[in-house]
């Protein structure tokens, strides 16, 4: 390094040094990368079980250096359940995304919620199914273009994008809800706030956590990383709004 | 001795999990084998086991998965449907060699079909079930005592291959009442340094995955749970033989239909014929070997595969005679229990022909 000069942005320790297979902008990278650095900085790392979804993120245990189970597609809410229940004194984080969450595994998702399951749920909603090529999710939006809604989402066929964080907040095992991005650096500080403060909360069992990253797929939105941000920003922020949702005591 | 009681199948196979020093059970009800949930339910406040009262057996089995993962002893129960409903995970959960027990207590279909016993499930739990080249250890329990010496089998066996271990039996066998001697509580101690428990700072991460994805690495999995499937049929088969040494019928059947079976034994016997009973204990490992040899006795006249079903353990029996004796199927399906006379008749039948 040169002299003189300090790294003030690197790689948290628990990341594991190697190349990512996510695509260039990728959020993916982004939210690993926040996760690992809250874990590292709380201490926690020997004391948190990871949970990694079927989608884009199945490969998360390559990357990050925690214990970590790779669930079938939709229920990292079971097998994340049952490592709670066993480890009552670790961390357990779930690591999911649309389809996997809010699609094939809503069930596994609704009740580990409402039974308040000690889980931190990190979703990573990017309005799309990434890894098998861009087909449709349960939170596309209306008139989005995905391979399976090549004339953009209709609501008559296939219902308006699911607010999984609202519906979540509705069960009283749920301690916080908060809703985020990494559109922009001040919004990525606020994600890994979250995330933090998710660890915290499950220190104290008081319930589930659920984060949702209101996130990109710049390749199967047919984008640029760049382009993806003006449409987190124009689209989808707007009818996913950023912020608190449900936290405890209020 | 241990402790002697009066209980049903379905209650002594969750005393014996209890006893094999179960430290979590995922489950959904589904008859006939709710009461193996609703047992364990009330015995929890008295025992340090987690239950966690499933939202689907989806979810059982994938708990299953997620705890047996992070090192402890683990059970899920269900019903053939519900049995149905597990395969992605159990597939998963052979993939990734995770050592587990299931309990199959199975009743009849094919679809909703009926509550009433049944052994249509034998393709499902002997043949893989899911998707992908995988076996399960499969025991088939025929008696209330057996429920509970083969649940603390199956955890052992498990544990000692890493591997998912089947219970595979019948409603009736979950129903029945019969006396059973209960052995002393395990005091069990996992010891598994491969399990998701905490990354210490003294080792690696651990993962599980049942992922991957290059050809390769595919294939060499494959082998790997190959070799160890090999080395289980090597060393874990296991059958009860029933005046087989001169027999000239050769009945083979498990789990309640076994029971009738031997009383086909005697009845014919008393006639004058000569039938014995071959019981498979474990259908996987299913006693190749065994049967293969009483197909080369001289003595042997034919196979006589008797099972709650239209004839699937039959396929194994005929695949070791390899065409060397006749084999035949008897069986009824529906839950309708067979008697000892019909299937006697039926034997005399074929006796008669030649
Ligand atoms: C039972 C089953 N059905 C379907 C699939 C195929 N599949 C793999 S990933 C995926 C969608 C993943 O999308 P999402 O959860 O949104 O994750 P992303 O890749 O967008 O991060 C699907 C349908 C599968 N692996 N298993
Ligand atoms: S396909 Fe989409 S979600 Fe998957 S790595 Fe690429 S950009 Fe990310
Ligand atoms: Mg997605």
């Not at chain 1, 189970?69 to 995304?97: C, M, N, W």
């Not at chain 2, 299913?286 to 197909?295: G, N, Q, Y």
Request: hydrophobic share 35%; proline share 5%.
């Amino acid at each position: 390094m040169r002299e003189g000069y300090e790294v003030v942005y690197k790689r948290p320790k628990s990341l594991i040094e190697t190349r990512m297979h996510y695509c260039p902008g990728c959020f993916h990278g982004t939210v690993h990368k926040l996760l690992m650095e809250v874990l590292d900085e709380m201490e926690i790392v020997e004391k948190t079980i990871g949970v990694c979804p079927v989608g884009c993120s199945v490969f998360a245990y390559d990357y990050m250096n925690v214990d970590m189970q790779e669930a079938a597609h939709g229920r990292a809410a079971a097998v994340a359940t049952a490592i709670s229940r066993l480890h009552p004194d670790k961390y357990v984080f779930s690591y999911q995304g649309d389809g996997d969450l809010a699609a094939i595994g809503t069930a596994e998702t609704i009740h580990a919620c409402n039974r308040g399951e000690n889980i931190v749920f990190i979703f990573i909603n990017n309005g799309i199914y990434g890894m098998t090529g861009g087909q449709m999710a349960p939170t596309t939006l209306k008139g989005q273009i995905t391979t399976t809604s090549p004339h953009g989402r209709d609501p008559i066929n296939a219902g308006m994008p699911l607010k999984m964080s609202e519906i979540v907040s509705g069960f009283d095992g749920v301690a916080y809800v908060e809703r985020v991005s990494c559109n922009t650096a001040g919004n990525a500080r606020k994600t890994k706030k979250a995330l933090e403060k998710a660890m915290k909360i499950s220190e104290q069992k008081i319930g589930t956590s659920f984060i949702e990253v209101i996130s990109n797929c710049p390749s199967g939105w047919k984008c640029t990383p760049v382009q993806s941000l003006d449409w987190i920003k124009d689209e989808q922020i707007p009818y996913f709004p950023l912020g608190v949702i449900k936290e405890p005591g209020k | 001795m241990g402790e002697i009681r009066f209980m049903k199948g379905n209650e002594a196979l969750a005393e014996a999990a209890i006893r094999a020093g179960m430290q979590g059970y995922f489950g959904y009800p589904i008859t006939p084998q709710s009461e193996i949930v609703e047992y364990l339910a009330m015995q929890e406040p008295n025992h340090d086991y987690v239950l966690v009262h499933a939202e689907s057996e989806v979810a059982s089995i994938n708990m299953l998965y997620g705890g047996a993962g992070a090192g402890s002893r683990v059970m899920t129960t269900t019903s053939s449907p519900g049995f149905s409903l597990m395969q992605e995970g159990v597939s998963y959960i052979a993939c990734a060699e995770l050592p587990c027990v299931i309990a199959n207590i199975s009743r009849g279909g094919p679809g909703l079909g009926t509550i009433q016993a049944s052994q249509g499930d034998y393709f499902q739990a002997v043949k893989g079930g899911g998707h992908g080249d995988y076996n399960l250890i499969v025991l088939a329990p025929n008696s209330v005592q057996e429920m509970v010496d083969h649940t603390i089998m199956a955890f052992e066996l498990a544990d000692k291959y890493n591997t998912p271990a089947l219970i595979l039996t019948d409603g009736a066998i979950g129903q029945m009442m019969e006396k059973v001697v209960l052995p002393e509580p395990i005091e069990y101690k996992p010891n598994k340094p491969w399990a998701t428990t905490g990354k210490t700072k003294d080792r690696e991460r651990n993962y599980i995955t049942s992922l991957y994805i290059k050809s390769e690495d595919m294939e060499q999995k494959n082998f790997k749970l190959q070799a160890k499937y090999k080395e289980i049929k090597e060393n874990e088969v296991r059958f009860e033989s029933y005046k087989i040494d001169d027999a000239e019928i050769i009945i083979v059947s498990y789990g309640v239909s076994s029971r009738t079976s031997k009383k086909v034994v005697d009845l014919a016997r008393e006639k004058g014929i000569k039938v014995g009973l071959l019981r498979p204990i474990t259908l996987w490992p299913f006693p190749t070997e065994e049967i293969a040899r009483l197909s080369k006795l001289d003595s042997t006249k034919f196979f006589l595969s008797v099972e709650m079903s239209v004839g699937q353990m039959v396929e194994d029996v005929k695949l070791n005679v390899e065409g060397r004796k006749p084999v035949y199927m008897y069986g009824r399906t529906g839950g309708i229990m067979m008697t000892p006379e019909e299937i006697l008749e039926y034997a005399v039948k074929k006796y008669e022909e030649g």
